[in-house]
């Protein structure tokens, strides 16, 4: 995580805690499917416990500024991929109790996140995907009169449930303001779409967010009091029942910057309508109306409602100038928001509860039973408003601070795509050096290099080609510097993002042609529900699917047909797992990948899968090159369950390959293996996420000592030269062995492999060795313990030359 420096201790121990927050309630579950198969953010891991889309924008807010891009992309890979290709919904990991859609930015805010941390254009062509889905899947889904503007019924749709007063006015349906967010949305696919170069869906997109744009102006205005209000379909009544989502229109830049539209602001000079503190949902004004009226809802408030509060002062102190709202309402923002994170305002007690109530005027007489919850974020206002980073599309940094009297700050070592950015003030004027051997002044720094220097806290531009500085300030030092990105230059090649995103269907290691696109398909059955090309649509979400679901056959298949001979050697599949909502999908037991060699199908020769055994979702098979007009995938169908796929994509890498992983087609072994293991671990194909893998199943040898082995037998004898092995250690019992080797089988006996390098011994990754080529059908893992404890590996894999 970045470091982050403030002179209000309070302030900085909150930043910490958030980051703790954050980290606290994450879940990387890797659970292959469709449900919790991306590092997902939940709200409430003491209480929600799902990724509920209301809240994971404001987590992606704040995750993206993790140095690990994992966490704010999995948050929006995860949403991406679970949504039927439609409107974001909530994680199906519980479908009975969240399988809604509610008020969201989750397509701006994974835009921001691409903006930071960049990535191969195939990361910004499922981004640009899933938000046009969603804006287009909740315009259809709630916006009945085709008007561009969503319409809810029911507060709890926009998160605020009986909080949200304008619902109490009069019952219907309303075009709400909350049609903010498809606005931004559209426009976070536009600059996606853009990024990859299709310019007709980045019109498209632009002419849509215009659209909705012109809606929220025409149909929402009320000039009479001069207000942006909901309306009532029924009668077409403008709502005078207000809330802080009324103002959603300004925080995504929705509203013309006119005086007109700026009247509206005004109610923010008012604490008896919009106070500060406590951060309300409802206008307090309307909400004693509807007391006063028989309608007295809720009245909370919550770390949801000042991360939107922050998004309006960062939106409109910049873009909407105007006498009611300035930096010092800003300030008494941040400073409430990080009060109300302590109880009693006691910093040595933090607890960010999910919501609470009853303020008596100098306290909170009431906090949600749900403790250290994430409904919020807050860390990013720091970073983008106090320290003033702002994200952008090419390559040059950008700063814009709020001034809210800070003598000095620092936000140090962020990963800005692939550099190590930061940003550092230091006020000249109180003549005291904050931080040694560091200018005073407003400063950025990539990579440990300072770049540009001005003499006081305003804007400013840096280019990194040119070490231009465009700014009203005094610029004291600025120099170019080579090799700092745009977005799409960054290449992301992290183990874990590549597996998250081939998961999601995109390779991050070569941008190949997928031989899939423009096939034309059939299969053996086609059940309800599903069709043959949602099966090659190009994205691996759980809907649309091809699935056999009915099928009366033990095996069916599902066939390509290019229409013209293609030479190809690698086939992905994403099998489609129905739950937890029904049993009817499954992985199949077994499949094989066939061609039709003019006369019949054959299986392709040599397919080495990954894993070795068939799973939910993400699987890879690779072959020596052959040449076919027709392909198909003969799946034989799990017990109780039919097989489904949500995508398939074809390619040929050409050139030399990478050798394929040899053990996966291996009959495994052992010494000895405790009841409760199970020695198929050590060649499923799995990869472990550390030597105490509490997940996957493990060959573990507990409570046996000394000298064990593992051991891989082939129908014939393969010609290996490279090893890998992943230890199994969990400090309980099973631990790393003192010494180990590989031996191979001779025709007669087991002996030494020739010519191995050192055997080394390290716990949370694999451990390599080669050696001298050598053909067996059998080779041995040899685990020496250390004399007390047992031994065991995760995973074993082997290479030929």
């Known amino acids: 995580m970045p470091y982050i420096d403030v002179p209000e201790p309070a302030i900085k121990k909150n930043i910490y805690y958030r980051w703790w927050l954050m980290r606290f309630n994450s879940l990387d579950a890797d659970i292959p499917g469709q449900t919790f198969q991306f590092p997902t953010s939940t709200e409430g891991v003491l209480g929600y416990n799902n990724a509920i889309a209301l809240t994971q924008p404001m987590h992606i807010d704040d995750l993206k500024y993790l140095r690990n891009p994992a966490y704010a992309y999995g948050d929006w890979l995860s949403v991406g991929q679970t949504s039927k290709g439609g409107r974001f919904l909530d994680n199906p990991g519980d479908p009975e109790n969240w399988s809604n859609s509610y008020t969201q930015y989750i397509a701006e805010a994974a835009w921001k996140s691409y903006q930071i941390h960049g990535g191969q254009p195939g990361i910004a062509a499922n981004l640009a995907r899933y938000a046009e889905c969603d804006v287009k899947g909740q315009l259809a889904h709630y916006d009945h009169d085709d008007n561009k503007l969503i319409e809810y019924d029911w ?199 999910e919501f609470w109530a009853d303020w008596n005027g100098s306290s909170v007489n009431y906090r949600s039973w749900i403790h250290h919850n994430i409904l919020g974020s807050s860390n990013w206002t720091v970073i983008e408003d106090v320290a003033g980073l702002r994200p952008r599309n090419d390559a040059k940094v950008e700063l814009s601070p709020i001034d809210i009297g800070w003598s000095h700050f620092t936000v140090n070592n962020l990963r800005y795509r692939g550099a190590d950015l930061s940003v550092v003030w230091d006020d000249p004027a109180d003549g005291v050096v904050r931080y040694p051997g560091i200018p005073e002044g407003y400063s950025v720094y990539v990579d440990g290099d300072r770049v540009a220097t001005v003499g006081s806290l305003v804007p400013l531009t840096w280019d990194p080609a040119t070490g231009d500085v465009t700014t ?90 290019f229409g013209t001979t293609r030479t190809l050697n690698e086939v992905r599949l994403h099998f489609k797992d129905s739950r937890p909502a029904n049993t009817t999908y499954r992985a199949p037991s077994a499949y094989t990948v066939q061609y039709h060699n003019g006369s019949s199908w054959v299986n392709v020769p040599d397919q080495t899968k990954s894993p070795a055994a068939p799973r939910a979702n993400y699987n890879r098979v690779q072959f020596p090159a052959v040449g076919a007009q027709r392909i198909r995938i003969l799946a034989t169908n799990a017990s109780g369950a039919k097989t489904g796929l949500t995508e398939v994509k074809v390619f040929n890498r ?106 080394p011994l390290a716990r949370n990754q694999y451990n390599s060795v080669t050696f001298n080529a050598t053909s067996t059908t059998r080779l041995r893992v040899l685990l020496t313990g250390n004399g007390t404890n047992s031994v065991g590996l995760l995973e074993a894999k082997v290479y030929g030359p």
């Open 472 to 561: 009203s300030g005094t610029v004291t030092h600025h120099t170019a510097k080579s090799g700092l990105k745009t977005p799409s230059q960054v290449v992301q090649d992290s183990p874990q993002m590549v597996d998250m995103l081939a998961k999601a269907g995109v390779d991050l290691t070569a941008d190949l042609t997928n031989l899939a696109a423009g096939a034309t398909v059939s299969a053996s059955h086609t059940g309800s529900g599903s069709n043959v090309s949602g099966a090659v649509d190009g994205y691996p979400t759980n809907e649309p699917f091809w699935g056999a679901g009915g099928s009366a056959n033990s095996q069916d298949w599902y066939e390509l047909n």
């Open 155 to 353: 507060g709890a749709l926009t998160g605020n449930d009986a909080d949200a007063v304008s619902f109490h006015w009069k019952p219907g349906n309303m075009d709400r303001a909350e049609s903010a967010y498809q606005y931004s949305g559209a426009l976070a696919a536009a600059q996606a779409y853009e990024t990859i170069g299709n310019t007709a869906k980045a019109t498209e997109m632009r002419t849509l967010a215009t659209q909705i744009k012109d809606a929220i102006v025409n149909v929402l205005w009320n000039p009479n009091r001069q207000l942006f209000e909901h309306r009532l379909k029924s009668t077409n009544e403008w709502v005078p029942w207000k809330e802080i989502n009324n103002y959603y229109p300004f925080s995504v830049g929705a509203v013309p910057n006119t005086a007109t539209y700026r009247q509206a602001l005004r109610l923010y000079d008012d604490p008896a309508q919009y106070p500060i503190f406590p951060f309300y949902t409802a206008n307090q004004v309307d909400k004693q109306a509807a007391a006063d009226a028989g309608e007295p809802g809720s009245n909370n408030f919550s770390t949801i409602n000042s991360t939107v509060q922050f998004r309006l002062y960062s939106s409109v102190l910049r873009n909407y100038p105007n006498s009611w709202m300035n930096a010092t309402d800003y300030k008494k923002l941040l400073y409430w928001n990080t009060w109300a994170q302590y109880v009693g305002g006691n910093t040595q007690w933090p607890d960010a509860n």
């Open 654 to 759: 050409g050139g030399v390959q990478p050798p394929g992983n040899l053990a996966t087609s291996a009959t495994a072994s052992a010494s000895y293996t405790s009841s409760w293991e199970s020695v198929t671990a050590v060649n499923d194909g799995v990869d472990p996420p550390s030597s105490n893998d509490t997940v996957n199943p493990r060959w573990g040898t507990w409570p046996e000592t000394g000298q064990q082995w593992a051991e891989l037998t082939w129908p014939s004898a393969k010609t290996l030269n490279k090893a890998e092995v992943y230890f199994f250690d969990d400090d309980q019992g099973i631990d790393l062995p003192a010494s180990w080797k590989l031996q191979y089988w001779n025709g007669s006996a087991y002996v030494d492999v020739p010519g191995a390098g050192a055997y």
